[in-house]
């Protein structure tokens, strides 16, 4: 990919650790006098098991999603986070903040992508029509990019409430992205899915708002909640 960097140790500085799962790590950086997001990604490697028309590699999924969205103009519109690059083949070894990954089979790779201050996912705190509306038309932007976002909950849609207001879609490492061209019947019914998961989310939340509680929409904020 030709967004793949060349980076030195002394070019990184750790600032913080934002979030950690056991998939990847998610590191507020500086990166050559940059703030930057710096996630992670533990590799498993490939299985026989992996379906076929999926990607599973959390790595690949979400640095093809950003390398084909900024390509189609969604970083430069401030819809997602710009997209610095992938660095590859990471030594964890001589990066003392990656001790996590000092045991795995697999060297790591990372993506940098823009550190956004000040980011909330939507709620009934910060609700808006108009919002909601942006996050709504921004979903249709990934998909004419051919990206499937893969995880559409309001976890991964952010409200920025700095200097200027920004609404965003984050986190692609469940993104599918298709070739250009005709999509396959199987990945026209993930896009249909996906639009009709936001469309009743849409609708749903505005209702709770009305409401002033959490019930239409719970099941997309809670995982646990059935």
Known sequence: MS?????????????????????????????REKICIMKVYHDRGPSEFDPPDREVNLFVSESTAYHRMKLKGLCKSGSIPNFYGTIRNIQPAVWPD??????????????????????????????????????????????????????PKPRNMMISLGEYERVLWIDFDSAQTFSEGDLSPKQEEWIKEEVEMMDYFVEALAQDFKEGRLNRTISYYYDWYE
Do not use: C, W
């Open 98 to 151: 990656l001790y996590m990954f000092l045991d795995d089979g697999l060297t790591p790779n990372a993506i940098l992508i823009e550190y956004i201050p000040n980011l909330q996912p939507i709620d009934l705190s910060n609700f808006s029509e108009k919002r909601l509306a942006e996050l709504r038309k921004i979903l249709d932007d990934i998909h004419r990019a051919k990206v499937l976002h893969g995880d």
């Open 3 to 31: 967004n793949e960097i060349e980076v030195k140790l002394s070019e990184i500085e750790f600032l913080e650790k934002l979030k950690e799962s056991k998939y990847s790590v998610v590191f507020k950086v500086r990166f």
